[in-house]
Nanobody, 123 residues
Framework: VQLQASGGGLVQAGGSLRLSCAAS????????MGWFRQAPGREREFVTS????????SYADSVKGRFTIARDNAKNTVYLQMNSLKPEDTAVYYC?????????????????WGQGTLVTVSS
């Protein structure tokens, strides 16, 4: 599967952005999907994920209550709604996919990665 992330940009602190990740290929609904981010000089970190099927979700503590992940299986797309953005959210955001039979969100071991989209939050 190929992933194309979009929607990044420059936003002021407290603002919102919505990222999209479009997946090519068939059987999108058999993939768990995730978002990760990498800030300058830091390692890539887990942000959020959503399971196949029921769409169970998992969030990093740093984004709970501010970010929401959702998927539209008819459009082969996963979204990341980011509200109340903070300067520390500045990073390149990557979407990822993993084929799995598990109906749970996954925080690691993803097989496919998008190219990343830059989110910059100014103070």
């Amino acid at each position: 599967v190929q992933l194309q992330a979009s929607g990044g940009g420059l936003v002021q602190a407290g603002g919102s952005l919505r990222l999209s990740c479009a997946a090519s290929g068939r059987a999108f609904n058999t993939y768990a999907m995730g978002w990760f981010r990498q800030a300058p000089g830091r390692e890539r970190e887990f942000v959020t994920s959503i399971s196949r099927g029921s769409g169970a979700t998992s969030y990093a503590d740093s984004v709970k209550g501010r970010f929401t992940i959702a998927r539209d299986n008819a459009k082969n797309t996963v979204y990341l709604q980011m509200n109340s953005l903070k300067p520390e959210d500045t990073a390149v955001y990557y979407c990822a996919a993993k084929y799995t039979r598990l109906m749970v969100p996954l925080t690691g071991s993803y097989d496919y990665w998008g190219q990343g989209t830059l989110v910059t939050v100014s103070s």
